[in-house]
C-alpha cells in the first residue's frame, strides 16, 4: 500500500522539490503552502508521515501542533516530523511537547538524509 505523505512548506520550490523526491519514490504526496490548508488537510484526509514545517503562512507549525490537541488528526497514527531550519532548543522542545515525532534542520540534511529519515519514520510507523 502507498504511504500517504502530507508536505506542509510555504517555500514552491522547496515544496515541489520535497514531491518530486518522495512521488519518485513511490509515495503518494500531497501538500499544502500556508498552516490553515495543513490543519484541514490532517484533520480531514489520512496521512501516514507530515513533514511539517514551523514558519508558514496564516499558522504556524506549532499551532498547528497545538490545535491537532484540540482537535485530533484524520489518522490517529499519523507521525508529524518537523522540517524546519529553526534550530532554536526551545522551539525543538516544544514541538516534541505537542507531540512531534522527529525535528529535522533542512540546511543540515542533504536531500538522501532527508529521504533516510522520512523511510525510518515511516518504518518506526509501521511497527507500531
Known sequence: MDKKILIV???????EFYQELLTAEGYF????????????????????LVLLDIMLPKKDGTQILRDLKVKGPKSPNVTVVVLTNLGH????KECFNLGA?????????NPDQVLTEIKSYLQKNNAS
Open 29 to 48: 504526496v500531497d501538500a499544502a503552502a500556508d498552516g490553515e490548508v495543513a490543519l484541514l488537510k490532517i484533520q480531514q484526509n489520512e496521512y501516514d
Open 9 to 15: 512548506e510555504d517555500d514552491q520550490f522547496l515544496r
Open 101 to 109: 515525532a522527529g525535528y529535522l534542520i533542512k540546511s543540515a540534511l
Open 89 to 92: 532548543d526551545a522551539v525543538i
